[in-house]
T-cell receptor, first 111, second 117 residues
Framework: DAKTTQPPSMDCAEGRAANLPCNHS???????VYWYRQIHSQGPQYIIH???NNETNEMASLIITEDRKSSTLILPHATLRDTAVYYC????????????FGKGITLSVRP | GAVVSQHPSWVICKSGTSVKIECRSL??????MFWYRQFPKQSLMLMAT?????????EQGVEKDKFLINHASLTLSTLTVTSAHPEDSSFYIC?????????????FGQGTRLTVV
């Protein structure tokens, strides 16, 4: 699976949009981009995933560049409960395809 | 609501004893389950992948005789830490993947914090 690189941390003000970047320059044509987050001492929570088109759900939006070498997760109105470690992961489709976690980015939402 | 349930949430055991952790998919059939371990301030490390009815595939460096995985049904997988030692103290997390309402992403349990004393 392709590797991803994320900044170690960022912060944003409550109520503002949080834009979390991810680089995946070696991504293959059929690899998906997944985002998960982990709030302290809990299991990871699925947020969103996409292949090449931008995606939006009730939690976030995922913007994937045209060359697919990077993406941005957008939390439109960050709250204090969004403080967590966010993981950007690239993986092939398929039931046995592994989710390999990197170090992620720690998002701190300040009041 | 939670779609993958882990039990127990935390456990303290004596060194040398065995501990079993259960992972259940609540509203879908999990064809594949994954077990992870997470040490403080570190990321999740994949330990093994299991498919229902077959032997688990362990990642390099994970002792299969120490971490016994059983995926006996499409809704239940268990991880048994045998002869636990203090260095096995960690946060163990399971993940399940199957066809849930047409979605194939992996869902995670809430984790089990194991402390070996």
């Amino acid at each position: 699976d392709a590797k991803t690189t994320q900044p170690p941390s960022m912060d944003c003000a409550e109520g503002r949009a949080a834009n979390l970047p991810c680089n995946h320059s070696t991504i293959s044509g059929n690899e998906y981009v997944y985002w998960y987050r982990q709030i302290h001492s809990q299991g990871p929570q699925y947020i969103i995933h996409g292949l090449k088109n931008n995606e939006t759900n009730e939690m976030a939006s995922l913007i994937i560049t045209e060359d697919r070498k990077s993406s941005t997760l957008i939390l439109p109105h960050a709250t204090l409960r969004d403080t967590a470690v966010y993981y950007c992961i690239v993986r092939y489709p398929g039931a046995n395809s592994k989710l390999t976690f990197g170090k992620g980015i720690t998002l701190s939402v300040r009041p | 609501g939670a779609v993958v349930s882990q039990h127990p949430s935390w456990v303290i055991c004596k060194s040398g004893t065995s501990v079993k952790i259960e992972c259940r998919s609540l509203d879908f059939q999990a064809t594949t389950m994954f077990w992870y371990r997470q040490f403080p301030k570190q990321s999740l490390m994949l330990m093994a992948t299991s498919n229902e009815g077959s032997k688990a595939t362990y990642e390099q460096g994970v002792e299969k005789d120490k971490f016994l995985i059983n995926h006996a049904s499409l809704t239940l997988s268990t991880l048994t830490v045998t002869s636990a030692h203090p260095e096995d103290s960690s946060f163990y997390i399971c993940s399940a993947r199957g066809d849930r309402e047409g979605r194939t992403e992996a869902f995670f349990g809430q984790g089990t914090r194991l402390t070996v004393v």
